[in-house]
């Protein structure tokens, strides 16, 4: 009976807080809501500490614009670019944000057309790969063609200060078409990593680690832990509960 009562009273709290637009209110209760809350206060001081007001912010990934809201409000003279795949959500990002250019592209290691999952009812879940964690009753899913491009065709002539990677597993990927602007810019990059996403595309935490340190690139949670070297990476970070991680380029010896 104890067990039920607190399941209802994380739902009832869960619910409250969805509806109050108080994700905090979940998070007093639920240690997963707690730790997701966590990263996002550390996301936002990322921002408020990285971009000038006038720097460039990529957001790939934007889904609705929840990390692209704090990054406009903090470089509100900056020229910011968002690459959102699913046609609904990339016209509510134009129609929000006016002064962004919003892009209805998906990013990856190379250009083309490819098959997109678009869960309707949990659209933070979809992807180039089906999640398997998502059930047809869940997710109501349906496919699509998306256009494919790389950062680096994409961004070409821009030098972003941060860069924001969320696509379900595929970060290896976006990695990859983009070396020459990490090489060149060398942004910080704020990055979804689950490896059992990754491996939906064939990736590996190694992976990651490896092509961010050649690039000259230490990994650390988005809440300061690290930096993580590449076995302690692979592991995950200490309660396995990290899923935001922030790049940050090693400093220039020139002037």
């Known amino acids: 009976m104890g067990l039920q009562a607190t399941a209802f009273a994380k739902r009832a709290v869960g619910a409250a807080s969805r509806h109050l637009d108080r994700p905090e209110l979940l998070a007093a209760v639920d240690a997963g ?79 083309g057309v490819a098959e997109f999952c678009h869960f309707t009812r949990m659209d933070g879940w979809s992807g180039l790969r089906r999640s398997p964690e998502v059930s047809d009753e869940r997710g109501h899913p349906r496919y699509i063609s998306v256009t494919v491009s790389t950062l680096e065709a994409e961004l070409a002539g821009l030098r972003p200060s941060v860069i924001k990677i969320d696509v379900e597993g595929a970060e290896l990927a976006a990695f990859e078409g983009g070396r020459a602007v990490l090489a060149e810019a060398r942004p910080v990059v704020i990055f979804e990593h689950v490896s059992e996403a990754a491996a939906l595309y064939g990736a590996t935490s ?50």
């Not at 720097?55 to 670019?81: C, E, F, K, M, S």
Request: proline letters at 5%; glycine letters at 10%; hydrophobic letters at 40%.
């Open 33 to 111: 809501a707690r730790s997701a809350e966590q990263e996002a206060i550390a996301i936002r001081a990322v921002l408020a500490s990285t971009l000038r007001s006038d720097a460039t912010y990529v957001d790939v990934g934007a889904n609705r614009g929840q990390i692209l809201r704090d990054a406009v409000r903090v470089a509100p003279r900056g020229r910011h670019v968002a690459f959102e795949p699913i046609p609904e959500l990339a016209a509510e990002l134009a129609g929000s944000f006016p002064g962004v250019d919003c892009r209805q592209t998906a990013v990856g290691a190379g250009a």
């Open 206 to 255: 190694e992976g990651v680690w490896d092509l961010l340190s050649e690039l000259g690139y230490r990994i650390f949670s988005v809440t300061g832990e690290g930096p993580f070297t590449r076995s302690e990476f692979a592991r995950g970070a200490p309660g396995g509960s990290v899923v935001n991680w922030l790049a940050t380029p090693a400093q220039s010896t020139s002037s």
